[in-house]
């Protein structure tokens, strides 16, 4: 009879620790920036590291955040939708689950729209200043076309679905003409240009996608400085990689 006694006291205080290990799961913070929102799931659900999944409701003009959530044992950080069982309890089922790379400072998760129950497609890139310094660009290729480009005198090439970062710093001039192509078959077209004003101070996201509704290439420029959490937002103002927004004619 003591020995029984004894292992339950042993299991009781495993199980024990086992749930203050699970509670005492390291927070981590995140921003989060929406190319697109998925009309089914305009607003998401994160992970708290001390209640229940909190409601963000996506943006796709500014990079929100940094918002408390944690990662699983795995390094992995789950987003998640807000649904009732059949029982009509509360549920959060999983939407999109991505690894934080434990060489990622401050990782910003951008999110893409799929079909089918996952709703979205997350990527990962570093935000910090020391992967992300001022005056610098990260371009990331959301096209089925391989990119290249111009800008000022620094020469782009990326692949689709891959980043590409750079820093046009070294050009001595205060305006940079900018030119963006892409490859259609054996052919490069033209579906960006225009001039921008180099900023010291400032870090550009650009993405290029296929507009969907066009069929038509374009390129898109986000702020990386205007981070903020969804209740202090207010309107930002056009960045200079807006004015190639709209794509010149195919060349």
């Known amino acids: 009879m003591k020995s029984v006694f004894l292992v339950y006291i042993a299991l009781a205080l495993l199980s024990t620790g086992l749930f203050a290990q699970k509670d005492k799961a390291p927070p981590t913070e995140v921003s989060i920036y929406a190319f697109e929102r998925n009309k089914q799931h305009q607003t998401i659900f994160l992970e708290s590291p001390k209640n229940e999944p909190y409601e963000i409701t996506l943006s796709k003009a500014n990079i929100l955040g940094p918002f408390k959530t944690v990662k699983d044992e795995n390094g992995k950080v789950t987003i998640r939708k807000k649904a009732k069982d059949a029982e009509g309890a509360i549920i959060y089922p999983q939407l999109s689950k991505v690894t934080i790379p434990t060489h990622v400072k401050e990782p910003l998760l951008i999110l893409i729209p799929i079909s089918g129950n996952r709703a979205y497609k997350t990527y990962v890139i ?26 000022g005198k620094t020469r782009v090439t990326v692949a689709p679905r891959k980043l590409f970062a750079f820093n046009p710093s070294s050009n001595v001039e205060d305006i940079m003409d900018v030119h963006f192509q892409y490859k259609n078959a054996e052919k490069w077209k033209t579906f960006g240009r225009t001039r921008w004003v180099k900023m010291q101070e400032k870090r550009t996201l650009l993405c290029v996608y296929l507009d969907s509704k066009t069929k038509r290439m374009r390129i898109r420029g986000v702020n990386m400085e ?6 202090d937002r207010k309107k930002t103002t056009e960045t200079p990689e807006q004015a190639i927004a709209q794509p010149v004619e195919n060349q």
């Open 126 to 151: 570093d935000r910090s200043l020391s992967s992300f310094p001022k005056a610098s660009y990260k371009i990331f290729n959301l096209s089925p076309s391989l990119i290249r480009g111009i800008v």
């Open 226 to 231: 205007s981070i903020q959490p969804l209740r």
